[in-house]
């Protein structure tokens, strides 16, 4: 999926961004992206650690990569 959207590709996760987080920690996560110096997963896996598995902040960075990246 990570190829797919990086080459440019886009994709509708919303639904499964829905089934994870409320529109608050939505918004959270994705300023958290937005203002971050570097796309570092492991630093946002550990921001986000209480709340979310890697998997799911990973599945965040996707989003935000598709909705914002392209």
């Known amino acids: 999926m990570e190829n797919i959207i990086l080459s440019g ?3 509708n996760l919303k639904n499964y961004i829905n089934d ?3 529109e608050d920690l939505q918004d959270e996560v994705m300023d958290y992206f ?3 110096q570097e796309d570092n997963l ?3 896996v550990n921001e986000f650690s209480s709340d ?4 799911e902040v990973q599945l965040f960075r996707l ?3 598709a ?3 392209f």
Do not use: C, M, N, P
């Open 67 to 69: 909705e914002y990246a």
């Open 52 to 55: 979310f598995s890697k998997e």
């Open 9 to 11: 590709t886009k994709l």
């Open 34 to 36: 937005r203002g971050a």
């Open 63 to 65: 989003y935000f990569i």
């Open 20 to 22: 994870i987080a409320d």
């Open 42 to 44: 492991d630093a946002a």
